[in-house]
């Protein structure tokens, strides 16, 4: 019999079934959202509170009382999370308790770092009292006349008056003329005096047609080419939107290294609404404490990467999702969701507009902004920035270099070198892009054709000269340089291909004026490494930037004016079918680093293939009839977007372990659909990692409900199988990786 009082509460666990389960409220009261602790299997876990109950499918009295539950109510809308396990097939509980803040998964109560505001106490007689301060205390008069001039601020706001701050700010509070307030959120930053850019005529329009359909869902790709301005319309339409009362915006990003710029220039722009960001970089303590800013509604802008889009936000009226092409969205462990389909949901559930902004848009987005390919009704709404914001500012001319005909010398040929002496001369800054980090790709004996090959996976080891080391950058593993082949002892082993600490050795031989740095995951460990670097580069510290993939999107760099691309050939003969469009897009937005202020900008791309297509029509910069054309081919091949895949990945220590599971797998889904194809299994391309065999089987349907009616009947059985507990394996709905 249920106790008086008592309620029973439906609580998702981070445990790998589909099922929630019901516990005794006991002596607490709870809501749907809060966090509480249970009992479970022996261990305490975190759960959330998803319903409240008068039954339950099991005894009463074996129904176990919760043991604590917290007072923050952590989610107040549920459905997208929901929606999210359903589409990816994953436990719900999972993938609820992955989205929060660490500190949030803890059994601990979360505490966040304090953050505290200031402003002058009111009905106190200031230039009395500032009289009686002797002038040569500047810092203090300083202070006083910023808390005049903005009445609240925040202590990041003081930090930049003086590092020396907190001791001032007590001297005062003990003076009786400020006061302090705890605050849950970063407050407004001080008011920008920059200039407000002139918008052309496309930037005006594209403003104008978002802004006429703000209170409904409409989705928006702004096709921009690089340097068109897409992050001022972004700007304007935030400043409309955010004047409403208690409105948030949330903006997705990439990756961490695109924050610190983009989030400088919403600060001076949009100075009057508080904002945070949430990304890894940050420690756990500011997570959490942004994350609690968003979902109280404190903070009124939330700059973020994949993970922010399932944050709290109350009042959320509009979604930009800027590089929206960009790879990094796609999540590719735990709940396998891409943060573009994720942030189309919720526009939709919340019934508000979403802008999906870049210069070369993946085609999926493409395909639903066109009517090229698009037999449906047009679905998104389509904005072109076709000319770069400064008026100055053309579009850089782009050259291919025939390596066939112009042999290269330690990775650059003859005219990139040339190129780069007279940009040295003319004091304006170069980019070189190679996107692939340490000294050599792979160790080679001439003698016996031996290569350093990783022991766990199927992959070549990386040579990194200057730590006399061999490694995996899929695993890990590393080991010692050896002085002789492992396999016939020839002493003449070398490094063979470039990767970015050789080119910058190259570099520093050729150009010993320059001043060089190198930017990839190598040299950007510290947590202020890349910030400090841009600064560098802003002040014209830096001559030659030598760099991954980290360079070659979302930064602004005046004064540079040549970009050369060392190594692209491989993703030509790639296996993926996503290879030419995601090269493309690669070398578009490295392009177009180049000539973005008044000085022209010119592109260099080292090729032993330049009349493949690829590069004609980067050399036009045409990316819509490359795009159409790309879509023509992914539909008579029958490839997404006009189709719909699923991915069942399964690895084990035996491969015969692994195709049995896969084998059994792809029996069943036979058995209980026809309109889906079942494909056999195969191994990917990296068919070992960290030690595992790998194997995958491809499901492939034209209509994703029936894909989905197949996936909803047959992962249960999946589940089911004798050994699915003895391989690790994995559901990925719409793969971008092979």
């Known amino acids: 019999m249920l106790i008086m009082n008592q309620r029973i509460l439906s609580i998702a666990l981070d445990v790998p079934l589909n ?191 978002v802004l006429a359909l703000t209170h409904t869902f409409k989705p928006w790709l702004l096709h921009g080419i690089t340097g068109s301005g897409k992050t001022e319309v972004y700007i304007q339409i935030l400043k409309k939107i955010l004047s409403e009362k208690n409105a948030q915006a949330l903006v997705l990003v990439p990756e ?208 990194h000269l200057s730590q006399k080391r061999l490694k995996c950058h899929h695993c890990g593993h590393e080991q010692k340089i050896p002085l002789q082949c492992p396999s016939c002892g020839n002493a003449d082993i070398r490094p063979v291909g470039h990767a970015t600490q050789r080119l910058e050795q190259t570099l520093q031989h050729l150009l010993p004026s320059a001043k060089i740095a190198r930017v990839d995951r190598d040299s950007m460990r510290n947590k202020d490494a890349l910030t400090d670097l841009l600064t560098q580069v802003h002040h014209q510290q830096i001559d030659i930037l030598v760099g991954t993939q980290m360079l070659a999107k979302g930064h ?32 578009m937005q490295v392009s177009g680093r180049a000539g973005r202020a008044e000085k022209a900008g010119e592109v260099l791309i080292q090729t032993a293939f330049p009349q493949h297509a690829l590069f004609h029509a980067l050399r036009s910069q045409d990316y819509v009839s490359y795009a159409n054309e790309l879509l023509q081919e992914r539909n008579a091949m029958q490839f997404p977007p006009t189709s719909y895949f699923a991915l069942l990945r399964a690895e084990a220590n035996d491969y015969a372990l692994t195709q049995q599971f896969l084998s059994k797998a792809g029996n069943l889904a036979r058995e209980l659909n026809t309109e889906v194809m079942i494909y056999d299994p195969i191994r990917p391309q990296m068919e070992r990692l960290k030690g595992l065999e790998r194997g995958q089987l491809l499901l492939q349907a034209n209509n994703r409900l029936a894909l989905q009616r197949l996936l909803k009947m047959w992962m249960p059985q999946v589940r089911e199988l004798p050994m699915s507990a003895k391989i690790r394996w994995s559901l990925d709905i719409d793969p971008l990786e092979f």
């Open 256 to 463: 961490i290294n695109l924050t610190p710029q983009l989030e400088a220039r919403f600060r001076s722009r949009l100075s009057q609404y508080p904002l945070v960001t949430l990304h890894s970089n940050l420690s756990e303590s500011e997570r959490l404490q942004n994350w609690l800013a968003a979902s109280s509604g404190a903070a009124k802008i939330i700059i973020g990467t994949r993970l922010s889009v399932f944050t709290p936000m109350p009042h959320l009226k509009m979604i930009v999702m800027d590089e929206e092409h960009d790879g990094s969205y796609k999540q590719q462990d735990s709940m396998r969701y891409h943060a573009r389909d994720v942030a189309m949901v919720r526009a939709k559930q919340l019934n508000i507009p979403i802008i999906l902004g870049s210069a070369t848009p993946s085609l999926e987005t493409w395909f639903n902004a066109t009517d090229s390919q698009n037999a449906k009704k047009q679905q998104y709404g389509l904005l072109s920035l076709k000319q770069r914001a400064v008026q100055q500012a053309k579009l850089p001319s782009i050259f291919c270099v025939d390596t066939a005909k112009s042999p290269t010398e330690s990775g650059l040929s003859p005219l990139l070198i040339k190129a780069l002496r007279e940009r040295l001369a003319r004091k304006e800054q170069s980019l070189l892009f190679i996107n692939r980090r340490g000294y050599a790709p792979v160790l080679h004996c001439n003698a016996c054709q031996w290569v350093s090959s990783c022991t766990r996976c199927s992959a070549r080891l990386v040579v």
């Open 556 to 587: 602004d760099f005046p004064h540079l004016t040549l970009v050369g691309v060392i190594d692209t050939d491989n993703a030509l003969h790639s296996p993926d079918f996503r290879a030419s469009e995601k090269l493309f897009a690669q070398l």
């Open 19 to 209: 099922r929630t389960f019901d516990y005794l409220s006991g002596d607490f009261t709870a809501c749907v959202g809060n966090r509480v602790i249970v009992s479970f299997a022996g261990r305490s876990l975190v759960g959330v509170v998803l319903e409240i109950k008068q039954t339950s499918d099991y005894p009463i009295e074996k129904l176990k009382p919760v043991s604590h539950v917290f007072d923050d109510v952590v989610f107040d809308d549920l459905k997208l999370l929901k929606f999210c396990a359903d589409y990816y097939h994953y436990p719900l509980g999972q993938a609820l308790i992955s989205t929060l803040p660490l500190r949030l998964r803890q059994l601990k109560p979360a505490v966040s770092r304090k953050a505290f505001a200031y402003q002058l106490v009111e009905n106190v007689d200031t230039e009395q009292i500032l009289s009686q301060i002797p002038t040569k205390k500047v810092l203090l008069h300083r202070i006083i006349s910023a808390l005049q001039a903005l009445p609240i601020m925040a202590s990041s706001d003081l930090f930049l008056i003086s590092s020396s701050w907190k001791k001032a700010v007590i001297e005062l509070k003990k003076l009786g003329l400020v006061e302090e307030h705890e605050v849950v959120a970063v407050q407004a930053s001080i008011p920008s005096s920059c200039i407000e850019p002139t918008l052309n005529d496309e930037q005006a329009s594209a403003i104008q047609s």
